[in-house]
């Protein structure tokens, strides 16, 4: 049972106040300071931030006037209803993301009111009891929540919640080093959940793990260079028993290989397969937005190894935290134009046509030099090699 604060706004020039009233005494609870992290820098900002929302041309055509947000949806999908281009969220609520990247949270059951005063637009929680003109009074509450009525998510969970963790790329080829599987119980090859596995190698202290097969090189399609190493994810894996190296009558000693147990698989670990320290899954709360300084990088794969993607789907980017993305980075999705001869006359020169805007991205997971993305709406599939910019 977790406890969050929930707010009631409709003073336009309030809203950044109360958010960030509510995060700071948020970020004073030790439970979820990871999760609200909070400067004084940031609050002094937000007071001194009035909400200016999005021009009223920036909404989507019918867009509600009220929308009772409901169990399933995601900030995206809300988005998308009020604004033709979701990205702008942050707008459309008054935040300065410069220096706030929590998004405002809302929960099912919320009223959302779309204002318009003086050509521009804004989002407010109004009363779900009353109509969307009803004057609600701006007073902090508790409410304890279980995780199905928690607040909603950016874009859907179930999409991208393995990726979180299963989904890695390796500055290096750490993983020739690391420790390996060397035998099966009973001699299996094939080991699935509850089965036991023997590892060899430096454990260190590490308990739980997760085990990876054949990383790939993820080479830069402009620079050729390699940028990381993908490997693909098996399953998970808890030491149970520490190995020991017993003398022997051969090369002086027996390495005596730990002993682990299978905890999940998302295909059989075999002999030869390799170990790295799990990783914990970043459920923070995140909000789309456009990045902050111009992007110009391209697709470098597709995970799973598909020949195209399509929505939905998952792909890897040329760029990551060292060009400023950021977990919730919107970028926009690009086919180059092709090269061909002008067909209008005879012996027609070699033109370029215009690069064709084909869908989005939405960055989740974040590397030094490249980032994981998830395709939305997306007109034609996704290769590599398609270009990623600003929206």
Known sequence: MTFRFRSAITQPAAALNFAMLALAVLAATPSVTQAFPITPQQRETANQVAAKGVPLSELAENAPDTYTVKRGDTLWHISGMFLKSPWRWPELWGMNLDQIHNPHLIYPGQLLVLEKIDGMARLKIGNSVGGAGDTVKL????????????????????????????????????????????????????????????????????????????????????????????????????????????????????????????????????????????????FAPFVPHAPANPVDGKIVSLYGDALSAGSNQIVSLNRGARDGLERGTVLALWHEGAVTHDKSVQKGGLIKLPDERIGSVFVFRVFDRMAYGLVMGTTQPTLPGDRISQP
């Open 139 to 282: 007073s902090p509450s508790i409410r304890s929540e279980s995780s199905e009525s928690a607040a909603i998510s950016s874009i859907p969970m179930n999409l991208i919640g393995p990726f979180l963790t299963d989904a890695m790329i390796f500055d290096e080829n750490e993983l020739a080093k690391a420790p390996r599987i060397v035998a099966g119980e009973e001699g299996h090859l094939m080991l699935g959940r509850g089965n036991t596995a023997y590892v060899l190698g430096d454990l260190g202290n590490t308990r739980s793990w997760q085990i990876f097969r054949e990383p790939k090189p993820l080479v830069d399609p402009d620079t050729k260079q390699i940028l990381g190493y993908e490997a693909r994810f098996v399953g998970s894996a808890d030491r149970k028993q520490d190995g020991e190296a017993r003398p022997g009558a051969q090369s002086g000693g027996l390495n005596v290989p730990a002993t682990f147990v299978i905890t999940g698989n998302r295909e059989d670990a075999q002999v030869g397969d390799r170990l790295a320290p799990a990783t914990v899954r970043d």
